[in-house]
């Protein structure tokens, strides 16, 4: 793909967008002494609209690295990423906090959530960064936690809600903003197995929903619930092909 083309469908059709476009993608990391090492060595991936697509790997394969780049914590060494239409592999720190607000929700395995706060403030908080009036900003969040089932939770704090709750609160928060991705690094890592099922029972109606979902985790029952599984091995793909459960359908 040529770098200032678009990555998406000028044909009027009504196929999805591609949301992710990754192309010749390096990360390379300086040791010292004249010594770099390649997290990412050349990787290219696209991600299309409403996707559901789990990323595994062995500890040391680069798919933490992977996904600071596509949530825009951190700039490739070398090589294209377009977000959205848009080109982010060249922009500053500052453009990137302002896309990462934008266009990404963020759901992380400690939830992140602030003790001091309760359910609707917590989800709140993308908002007031962003400055959203405080009316809107109170109806947003109000119903991003009536969309996860916490309508009667909201004004209870992390330490009054179960582990399964507060990740729902997380989720909630990185659906706020009406993101076009959501990224959930190891969202099942604290929870028990039978929350574990209830969380990504949500999952998969965000993505029924319209949601594009990028699932990092390294257990492979928990990538099964998306539809695709891209394996990464030292910095580059390994696999990428439908889930089993996918293959069923």
Not at 10 to 25: C, E, F, Q, W
């Amino acid at each position: 793909m040529d770098p200032n083309t678009k990555a998406t469908h000028t044909n009027g059709s009504s196929a999805p967008r591609d949301m992710i476009v990754v192309k010749d993608l390096w990360k390379t990391y300086d040791m010292g002494s004249e010594q770099q090492v390649s997290a990412l060595r050349g990787l290219s991936l696209t991600i299309r609209e409403n996707e559901y697509v789990a990323i595994m790997g062995p500890s040391g394969s680069g798919k933490s690295t992977f996904m600071n780049l596509i949530g825009c914590l951190d700039s490739p060494s070398k090589g294209d990423y377009w977000l959205n239409d848009q080109l982010v592999s060249s922009l500053d720190d500052d453009q990137l906090a302002r896309i990462r607000n934008k266009e990404i929700g963020f759901v992380f395995q400690t939830f992140n959530l602030l003790a001091r706060a309760t359910a609707l403030q917590n989800v709140e908080l993308p908002l007031i960064y962003n400055g959203t009036p405080s009316a809107e900003r109170l109806q947003r969040a109000t119903e991003a936690l009536h969309n996860v089932g916490l309508d009667g939770r909201m004004h209870h704090k992390p330490n009054e809600l179960s582990g399964g709750q507060r990740q729902r609160v997380a989720i909630a928060r990185a659906l706020v903003n009406n993101p076009s991705i959501i990224l959930a690094d190891e969202p099942t890592g604290n929870l028990d197995s039978k929350t574990g099922v209830e969380i990504m029972a949500l999952f998969d109606t965000l993505q029924a929903r319209g949601n594009t979902i990028v699932l990092v985790t390294h257990e492979p029952d928990i990538a099964e619930y998306a539809h695709r599984v891209v394996h990464i091995k030292d910095g580059e793909i390994f696999s990428d092909e439908p889930s089993k459960r996918f293959q069923k359908h």
